[in-house]
Protein backbone atom coordinates (compact mmCIF):
# COMPACT_ATOMS: atom_id res chain seq x y z
CA UNK A 1 0.00 0.00 0.00
CA UNK A 2 1.37 3.29 -0.80
CA UNK A 3 1.67 6.13 2.04
CA UNK A 4 0.01 9.62 1.83
CA UNK A 5 2.72 11.40 0.69
CA UNK A 6 3.54 8.87 -2.28
CA UNK A 7 -0.40 9.30 -3.31
CA UNK A 8 0.11 13.20 -3.03
CA UNK A 9 3.15 13.01 -5.22
CA UNK A 10 1.29 10.76 -7.82
CA UNK A 11 -1.22 13.50 -8.03
CA UNK A 12 1.02 16.17 -8.35
CA UNK A 13 2.80 14.93 -11.31
CA UNK A 14 -0.84 14.61 -12.55
CA UNK A 15 -2.41 17.55 -12.04
CA UNK A 16 -2.01 20.44 -14.55
CA UNK A 17 -3.30 23.97 -13.76
CA UNK A 18 -6.43 24.87 -15.53
CA UNK A 19 -6.63 27.36 -18.37
CA UNK A 20 -7.11 31.38 -17.33
CA UNK A 21 -9.40 33.30 -17.78
CA UNK A 22 -9.95 36.92 -16.77
CA UNK A 23 -11.85 38.64 -13.49
CA UNK A 24 -13.14 41.56 -12.67
CA UNK A 25 -10.87 43.07 -9.66
CA UNK A 26 -14.52 42.78 -7.89
CA UNK A 27 -14.66 38.96 -8.34
CA UNK A 28 -10.98 38.00 -8.01
CA UNK A 29 -11.19 37.93 -4.21
CA UNK A 30 -10.19 33.86 -3.28
CA UNK A 31 -8.72 33.62 -7.06
CA UNK A 32 -5.26 32.40 -8.19
CA UNK A 33 -3.47 34.20 -10.13
CA UNK A 34 -2.26 32.93 -13.55
CA UNK A 35 0.08 35.51 -14.67
CA UNK A 36 2.60 38.19 -12.51
CA UNK A 37 0.83 41.51 -11.37
CA UNK A 38 3.64 44.16 -12.14
CA UNK A 39 3.61 47.83 -10.96
CA UNK A 40 2.57 50.12 -14.12
CA UNK A 41 3.17 52.88 -11.73
CA UNK A 42 5.85 53.96 -9.01
CA UNK A 43 4.04 54.02 -5.81
CA UNK A 44 4.08 56.66 -4.20
CA UNK A 45 3.74 58.15 -7.92
CA UNK A 46 5.33 61.33 -6.59
CA UNK A 47 6.99 63.31 -3.79
CA UNK A 48 4.15 63.76 -1.10
CA UNK A 49 3.57 64.94 1.80
CA UNK A 50 2.63 62.76 4.86
CA UNK A 51 0.90 65.44 7.09
CA UNK A 52 -0.89 68.45 6.90
CA UNK A 53 2.20 70.99 7.74
CA UNK A 54 4.58 73.29 5.88
CA UNK A 55 7.30 71.86 3.26
CA UNK A 56 10.35 73.53 3.80
CA UNK A 57 14.40 72.62 3.15
CA UNK A 58 15.09 72.09 6.93
CA UNK A 59 18.24 73.46 6.68
CA UNK A 60 16.86 76.86 5.65
CA UNK A 61 14.20 76.81 8.71
CA UNK A 62 17.42 75.96 10.86
CA UNK A 63 19.26 78.73 9.93
CA UNK A 64 16.38 81.66 9.63
CA UNK A 65 16.15 80.95 13.48
CA UNK A 66 12.85 78.79 12.69
CA UNK A 67 10.90 81.73 10.92
CA UNK A 68 9.97 81.61 7.51
CA UNK A 69 7.89 83.73 4.60
CA UNK A 70 4.81 81.71 3.47
CA UNK A 71 4.00 81.11 -0.10
CA UNK A 72 0.59 82.45 -0.51
CA UNK A 73 -1.94 79.83 -0.78
CA UNK A 74 -1.68 76.40 -0.41
CA UNK A 75 -1.32 72.66 -1.86
CA UNK A 76 -3.85 70.28 -1.47
CA UNK A 77 -3.81 66.49 -2.40
CA UNK A 78 -4.92 66.32 -6.34
CA UNK A 79 -3.90 69.21 -7.13
CA UNK A 80 -1.20 69.94 -9.78
CA UNK A 81 2.89 69.74 -9.34
CA UNK A 82 3.64 73.01 -7.70
CA UNK A 83 6.59 75.24 -8.62
CA UNK A 84 9.52 74.65 -7.01
CA UNK A 85 10.85 75.66 -3.29
CA UNK A 86 11.78 79.26 -3.44
CA UNK A 87 14.84 79.82 -1.33
CA UNK A 88 14.19 80.42 2.52
CA UNK A 89 10.54 79.74 1.60
CA UNK A 90 7.67 77.67 3.28
CA UNK A 91 5.05 76.37 1.70
CA UNK A 92 1.50 74.92 2.86
CA UNK A 93 0.50 71.51 1.87
CA UNK A 94 -1.97 68.90 2.75
CA UNK A 95 -1.88 65.57 3.21
CA UNK A 96 -1.00 63.61 -0.06
CA UNK A 97 -0.68 67.16 -2.06
CA UNK A 98 2.87 66.81 -4.35
CA UNK A 99 5.19 68.36 -2.61
CA UNK A 100 7.33 71.47 -4.35
CA UNK A 101 10.73 70.34 -5.87
CA UNK A 102 13.15 71.22 -3.52
CA UNK A 103 11.33 70.27 -0.30
CA UNK A 104 13.28 68.02 2.13
CA UNK A 105 10.70 68.14 5.10
CA UNK A 106 7.55 68.80 6.10
CA UNK A 107 6.66 70.76 9.36
CA UNK A 108 3.67 69.35 10.71
CA UNK A 109 0.93 72.26 11.34
CA UNK A 110 0.45 71.23 15.08
CA UNK A 111 4.11 72.45 15.20
CA UNK A 112 3.50 75.45 13.32
CA UNK A 113 1.99 78.92 14.09
CA UNK A 114 1.45 81.18 10.86
CA UNK A 115 1.02 84.79 10.88
CA UNK A 116 1.19 88.15 8.65
CA UNK A 117 2.80 85.77 5.76
CA UNK A 118 5.27 84.15 8.16
CA UNK A 119 5.29 81.02 9.72
CA UNK A 120 7.24 79.98 12.90
CA UNK A 121 8.17 76.79 13.80
CA UNK A 122 8.52 75.05 17.62
CA UNK A 123 10.97 72.62 16.75
CA UNK A 124 13.64 72.35 14.43
CA UNK A 125 12.38 69.89 10.83
CA UNK A 126 14.56 66.80 10.19
CA UNK A 127 15.03 65.98 7.17
CA UNK A 128 13.25 63.78 5.16
CA UNK A 129 10.72 64.19 7.94
CA UNK A 130 6.64 63.32 7.63
CA UNK A 131 6.89 63.19 3.05
CA UNK A 132 6.82 60.15 1.14
CA UNK A 133 9.07 59.53 -1.90
CA UNK A 134 8.37 58.71 -5.15
CA UNK A 135 8.53 54.90 -5.96
CA UNK A 136 9.85 54.26 -1.76
CA UNK A 137 7.26 51.61 -1.83
CA UNK A 138 7.19 50.45 -5.36
CA UNK A 139 9.40 51.13 -8.60
CA UNK A 140 7.18 50.90 -12.07
CA UNK A 141 7.83 47.46 -13.28
CA UNK A 142 8.76 45.60 -10.14
CA UNK A 143 6.46 42.15 -9.80
CA UNK A 144 3.72 43.44 -7.00
CA UNK A 145 2.24 40.28 -7.27
CA UNK A 146 3.11 36.98 -8.05
CA UNK A 147 1.45 34.65 -10.21
CA UNK A 148 0.19 31.67 -8.27
CA UNK A 149 -0.80 33.91 -5.47
CA UNK A 150 -4.34 33.22 -3.74
CA UNK A 151 -5.84 36.78 -3.84
CA UNK A 152 -6.71 37.93 -0.41
CA UNK A 153 -8.27 41.29 0.11
CA UNK A 154 -4.37 43.39 1.04
CA UNK A 155 -3.48 41.72 -2.97
CA UNK A 156 -6.77 43.24 -4.09
CA UNK A 157 -5.75 46.39 -2.95
CA UNK A 158 -2.37 46.05 -4.65
CA UNK A 159 -3.63 45.20 -8.06
CA UNK A 160 -6.25 47.90 -7.71
CA UNK A 161 -2.75 50.20 -7.35
CA UNK A 162 -1.32 48.43 -10.18
CA UNK A 163 -4.47 49.18 -12.39
CA UNK A 164 -5.11 45.50 -12.74
CA UNK A 165 -9.03 45.33 -13.34
CA UNK A 166 -9.65 42.76 -15.12
CA UNK A 167 -6.81 40.55 -13.55
CA UNK A 168 -5.45 37.22 -15.46
CA UNK A 169 -6.96 33.75 -13.01
CA UNK A 170 -6.65 30.52 -13.05
CA UNK A 171 -10.50 29.01 -14.57
CA UNK A 172 -12.20 27.31 -11.43
CA UNK A 173 -12.14 23.71 -10.46
CA UNK A 174 -15.65 22.50 -12.19
CA UNK A 175 -16.57 19.21 -9.76
CA UNK A 176 -19.47 16.55 -9.99
CA UNK A 177 -20.40 14.82 -6.67
CA UNK A 178 -22.02 11.84 -6.12
CA UNK A 179 -23.24 9.95 -3.04
CA UNK A 180 -23.67 6.04 -3.52
CA UNK A 181 -25.34 3.72 -1.11
CA UNK A 182 -28.44 2.22 -1.40
CA UNK A 183 -29.33 3.56 2.68
CA UNK A 184 -29.07 7.06 2.08
CA UNK A 185 -31.54 9.50 1.75
CA UNK A 186 -31.74 13.40 1.21
CA UNK A 187 -31.70 15.61 4.57
CA UNK A 188 -35.39 16.42 3.88
CA UNK A 189 -36.94 13.11 3.08
CA UNK A 190 -38.49 10.52 5.60
CA UNK A 191 -35.98 7.78 6.49
CA UNK A 192 -37.28 3.96 6.81
CA UNK A 193 -35.95 1.26 8.63
CA UNK A 194 -32.23 0.82 7.33
CA UNK A 195 -31.84 3.56 5.62
CA UNK A 196 -29.21 6.95 6.95
CA UNK A 197 -29.42 10.73 5.66
CA UNK A 198 -26.84 11.47 3.41
CA UNK A 199 -24.16 13.71 5.03
CA UNK A 200 -21.38 13.51 3.26
CA UNK A 201 -23.06 15.16 -0.22
CA UNK A 202 -24.01 18.25 1.64
CA UNK A 203 -20.52 18.42 3.19
CA UNK A 204 -18.63 17.58 0.12
CA UNK A 205 -21.41 20.40 -1.76
CA UNK A 206 -20.10 22.91 1.12
CA UNK A 207 -16.26 22.01 1.33
CA UNK A 208 -16.06 23.00 -2.75
CA UNK A 209 -17.81 25.94 -2.35
CA UNK A 210 -15.97 27.33 0.28
CA UNK A 211 -12.96 27.28 -1.73
CA UNK A 212 -14.82 28.83 -4.48
CA UNK A 213 -15.10 25.86 -6.63
CA UNK A 214 -18.17 24.86 -9.15
CA UNK A 215 -20.27 22.09 -7.83
CA UNK A 216 -21.77 21.57 -11.59
CA UNK A 217 -23.67 18.37 -10.19
CA UNK A 218 -24.99 16.12 -7.39
CA UNK A 219 -26.62 12.83 -7.22
CA UNK A 220 -26.81 10.04 -5.47
CA UNK A 221 -26.12 6.43 -7.10
CA UNK A 222 -27.46 3.34 -5.74
CA UNK A 223 -25.07 0.06 -5.21
CA UNK A 224 -26.20 -1.02 -8.80
CA UNK A 225 -23.97 -2.34 -11.61
CA UNK A 226 -25.73 -0.30 -14.13
CA UNK A 227 -26.63 2.95 -12.21
CA UNK A 228 -22.57 3.28 -11.18
CA UNK A 229 -21.45 2.61 -14.50
CA UNK A 230 -23.44 4.91 -15.91
CA UNK A 231 -22.11 7.83 -13.52
CA UNK A 232 -18.35 6.67 -14.60
CA UNK A 233 -19.91 7.17 -18.47
CA UNK A 234 -21.93 10.09 -18.59
CA UNK A 235 -18.83 12.03 -16.16
CA UNK A 236 -18.37 15.17 -18.86
CA UNK A 237 -15.47 15.79 -19.99
CA UNK A 238 -15.48 19.67 -19.53
CA UNK A 239 -15.58 18.72 -15.53
CA UNK A 240 -11.97 18.47 -13.66
CA UNK A 241 -13.28 16.35 -10.97
CA UNK A 242 -16.00 13.78 -9.94
CA UNK A 243 -15.92 13.03 -6.20
CA UNK A 244 -17.79 10.05 -4.96
CA UNK A 245 -18.32 8.45 -1.68
CA UNK A 246 -18.99 5.27 -0.77
CA UNK A 247 -18.00 2.00 -3.06
CA UNK A 248 -14.87 1.55 -2.89
CA UNK A 249 -13.74 -0.90 -0.27
CA UNK A 250 -13.95 -4.95 -0.70
CA UNK A 251 -17.51 -5.47 0.46
CA UNK A 252 -19.89 -7.25 -2.13
CA UNK A 253 -21.37 -3.91 -2.72
CA UNK A 254 -18.46 -2.07 -3.38
CA UNK A 255 -18.62 -1.19 -7.34
CA UNK A 256 -17.17 1.70 -7.99
CA UNK A 257 -13.35 0.86 -8.89
CA UNK A 258 -13.87 -1.80 -11.50
CA UNK A 259 -16.84 0.01 -13.13
CA UNK A 260 -14.10 3.10 -13.23
CA UNK A 261 -11.52 0.87 -15.30
CA UNK A 262 -14.79 -0.50 -17.42
CA UNK A 263 -15.73 2.96 -18.50
CA UNK A 264 -12.55 3.63 -19.45
CA UNK A 265 -10.48 5.36 -16.28
CA UNK A 266 -7.11 4.44 -15.47
CA UNK A 267 -6.34 3.63 -12.13
CA UNK A 268 -3.50 5.92 -10.33
CA UNK A 269 -3.88 4.17 -6.73
CA UNK A 270 -6.44 2.46 -4.75
CA UNK A 271 -6.14 2.48 -0.92
CA UNK A 272 -3.54 4.12 0.73
CA UNK A 273 -1.97 3.27 4.30
CA UNK A 274 -3.81 6.15 6.18
CA UNK A 275 -6.78 6.01 9.13
CA UNK A 276 -8.85 7.12 8.40
CA UNK A 277 -8.88 6.49 5.15
CA UNK A 278 -7.83 4.04 3.75
CA UNK A 279 -10.44 2.38 0.40
CA UNK A 280 -9.58 6.04 -1.18
CA UNK A 281 -9.40 5.40 -4.99
CA UNK A 282 -8.10 8.07 -7.59
CA UNK A 283 -8.70 7.94 -11.47
CA UNK A 284 -7.89 9.64 -14.14
CA UNK A 285 -9.72 9.74 -17.57
CA UNK A 286 -8.59 12.93 -20.23
CA UNK A 287 -8.62 16.05 -18.16
CA UNK A 288 -10.83 14.54 -15.30
CA UNK A 289 -10.25 12.84 -12.13
CA UNK A 290 -12.31 10.75 -9.93
CA UNK A 291 -11.72 10.77 -6.53
CA UNK A 292 -13.52 7.67 -4.74
CA UNK A 293 -13.57 8.68 -1.31
CA UNK A 294 -14.70 6.16 1.35
CA UNK A 295 -18.34 6.22 2.54
CA UNK A 296 -17.25 7.23 6.16
CA UNK A 297 -18.25 10.84 6.84
CA UNK A 298 -14.72 11.06 8.17
CA UNK A 299 -13.11 9.21 5.94
CA UNK A 300 -14.32 11.10 3.35
CA UNK A 301 -13.54 14.46 5.15
CA UNK A 302 -10.17 13.84 5.68
CA UNK A 303 -9.43 12.23 2.16
CA UNK A 304 -11.14 15.74 0.63
CA UNK A 305 -8.44 17.64 2.89
CA UNK A 306 -5.47 15.19 1.93
CA UNK A 307 -6.09 14.51 -1.73
CA UNK A 308 -8.88 16.48 -3.42
CA UNK A 309 -8.44 19.80 -2.18
CA UNK A 310 -4.46 19.68 -2.63
CA UNK A 311 -4.79 18.17 -6.23
CA UNK A 312 -7.49 21.04 -7.23
CA UNK A 313 -5.46 23.80 -5.52
CA UNK A 314 -2.83 22.62 -7.75
CA UNK A 315 -5.26 22.53 -10.45
CA UNK A 316 -5.95 25.92 -9.63
CA UNK A 317 -2.36 26.89 -10.14
CA UNK A 318 -2.22 27.49 -6.39
CA UNK A 319 1.34 28.01 -5.15
CA UNK A 320 0.37 26.82 -1.80
CA UNK A 321 -2.02 23.32 -1.60
CA UNK A 322 -3.09 21.55 1.41
CA UNK A 323 -3.80 22.62 5.10
CA UNK A 324 -1.95 25.50 7.55
CA UNK A 325 0.20 22.95 9.74
CA UNK A 326 0.67 23.93 13.46
CA UNK A 327 2.86 22.74 15.93
CA UNK A 328 1.05 22.33 18.98
CA UNK A 329 1.44 20.77 22.82
CA UNK A 330 -1.27 18.25 23.20
CA UNK A 331 -3.48 18.33 26.32
CA UNK A 332 -3.81 14.82 26.64
CA UNK A 333 -2.09 11.12 26.21
CA UNK A 334 -2.72 10.00 22.91
CA UNK A 335 -2.34 6.46 22.00
CA UNK A 336 -0.40 4.56 19.91
CA UNK A 337 -1.03 5.10 15.97
CA UNK A 338 -0.68 1.88 14.60
CA UNK A 339 0.82 1.06 11.04
CA UNK A 340 -0.86 3.86 8.96
CA UNK A 341 -0.37 7.22 9.34
CA UNK A 342 -3.10 8.44 11.22
CA UNK A 343 -5.22 11.32 11.82
CA UNK A 344 -7.27 12.44 14.82
CA UNK A 345 -10.00 15.49 15.02
CA UNK A 346 -8.76 17.83 17.87
CA UNK A 347 -9.61 21.34 19.23
CA UNK A 348 -6.89 23.74 18.73
CA UNK A 349 -6.66 26.70 20.47
CA UNK A 350 -3.79 29.54 20.03
CA UNK A 351 -3.40 31.97 23.01
CA UNK A 352 -0.60 34.03 22.81
CA UNK A 353 1.65 32.26 20.14
CA UNK A 354 0.86 29.23 21.63
CA UNK A 355 -0.77 25.99 20.46
CA UNK A 356 -2.75 23.60 22.30
CA UNK A 357 -4.45 20.77 20.99
CA UNK A 358 -6.68 18.93 22.55
CA UNK A 359 -7.41 15.55 21.21
CA UNK A 360 -11.21 14.87 20.67
CA UNK A 361 -13.04 11.62 22.05
CA UNK A 362 -14.16 9.83 18.70
CA UNK A 363 -16.05 6.68 18.41
CA UNK A 364 -14.33 6.07 15.15
CA UNK A 365 -14.15 7.18 11.06
CA UNK A 366 -18.15 7.44 11.27
CA UNK A 367 -18.27 9.59 14.19
CA UNK A 368 -18.93 13.20 12.27
CA UNK A 369 -20.51 14.43 15.88
CA UNK A 370 -16.77 14.31 17.29
CA UNK A 371 -14.94 15.40 13.29
CA UNK A 372 -17.94 18.62 13.31
CA UNK A 373 -16.21 19.25 17.18
CA UNK A 374 -12.93 19.28 15.68
CA UNK A 375 -10.64 22.53 13.94
CA UNK A 376 -8.09 20.65 13.33
CA UNK A 377 -6.42 17.32 12.76
CA UNK A 378 -3.69 15.56 14.87
CA UNK A 379 -0.84 13.81 12.40
CA UNK A 380 0.50 10.67 13.55
CA UNK A 381 3.50 9.08 11.67
CA UNK A 382 2.88 5.07 11.22
CA UNK A 383 4.06 3.46 13.68
CA UNK A 384 4.11 6.30 16.75
CA UNK A 385 4.10 5.29 19.68
CA UNK A 386 2.19 6.44 22.64
CA UNK A 387 3.00 10.10 23.61
CA UNK A 388 2.39 11.85 26.99
CA UNK A 389 0.49 14.94 27.54
CA UNK A 390 2.38 17.83 26.75
CA UNK A 391 3.74 15.69 23.66
CA UNK A 392 4.58 18.17 20.72
CA UNK A 393 2.37 16.99 17.81
CA UNK A 394 1.54 18.31 13.73
CA UNK A 395 -1.87 19.83 13.39
CA UNK A 396 -3.59 20.54 10.45
CA UNK A 397 -6.03 23.32 10.46
CA UNK A 398 -9.47 22.24 9.00
CA UNK A 399 -11.04 25.57 8.58
CA UNK A 400 -8.12 27.69 6.43
P1 LIG B 1 -18.99 2.41 2.13
O1 LIG B 1 -17.64 3.08 1.98
O2 LIG B 1 -19.84 2.56 0.95
O3 LIG B 1 -18.81 1.00 2.57
O4 LIG B 1 -19.69 3.18 3.32
C1 LIG B 1 -19.27 3.03 4.64
C2 LIG B 1 -20.30 3.55 5.60
O5 LIG B 1 -20.32 4.97 5.49
C3 LIG B 1 -21.73 3.14 5.31
O6 LIG B 1 -22.06 1.98 5.98
C4 LIG B 1 -22.53 4.28 5.83
O7 LIG B 1 -22.78 4.05 7.19
C5 LIG B 1 -21.63 5.43 5.71
N1 LIG B 1 -21.97 6.28 4.57
C6 LIG B 1 -21.80 5.97 3.28
N2 LIG B 1 -22.19 6.98 2.51
C7 LIG B 1 -22.60 7.96 3.34
C8 LIG B 1 -23.12 9.27 3.12
N3 LIG B 1 -23.24 9.78 1.89
N4 LIG B 1 -23.46 10.01 4.19
C9 LIG B 1 -23.30 9.50 5.43
N5 LIG B 1 -22.82 8.28 5.69
C10 LIG B 1 -22.47 7.51 4.66
MG1 LIG C 1 -21.63 1.83 0.46
Same mark, same amino acid.
Given at each position: MITVREAQAILDRAMEPAGEEAASLDDALGRVLARDIVAD? !???PFDTSAMDGYAVRASEARAAGLVLPERPGLVAAGDAFPKPLAAGEAVRVMTGAPLPPGADAVVPVEDARSKDGRVRFDREPDAGAHLRRRAESVARGAVLIPRGTRLNPRGIALAALAGADPLPVRRRPRIALATTGNELVGAGEAIREGQLRDSNGPMLAALCRERGWLVEHRDRVADEMAAVDRMFRAASDGLDALVTTGGVSAGDLDLLPAAAERAGWEILFHRVSVRPGKPIAVARRDGTFWFGLPGNPVSASVCFHLFVRRALERREGAERTGLAVRTAFSTKDIPPAGPRETYRDARLTEEEGMCRAEPLPTA??? !?IAAHARANALIRLPAGSGALPAGSSVTCLLLDR
Amino acid at each position: MITVREAQAILDRAMEPAGEEAASLDDALGRVLARDIVADV !DWPPFDTSAMDGYAVRASEARAAGLVLPERPGLVAAGDAFPKPLAAGEAVRVMTGAPLPPGADAVVPVEDARSKDGRVRFDREPDAGAHLRRRAESVARGAVLIPRGTRLNPRGIALAALAGADPLPVRRRPRIALATTGNELVGAGEAIREGQLRDSNGPMLAALCRERGWLVEHRDRVADEMAAVDRMFRAASDGLDALVTTGGVSAGDLDLLPAAAERAGWEILFHRVSVRPGKPIAVARRDGTFWFGLPGNPVSASVCFHLFVRRALERREGAERTGLAVRTAFSTKDIPPAGPRETYRDARLTEEEGMCRAEPLPTAGSH !DIAAHARANALIRLPAGSGALPAGSSVTCLLLDR
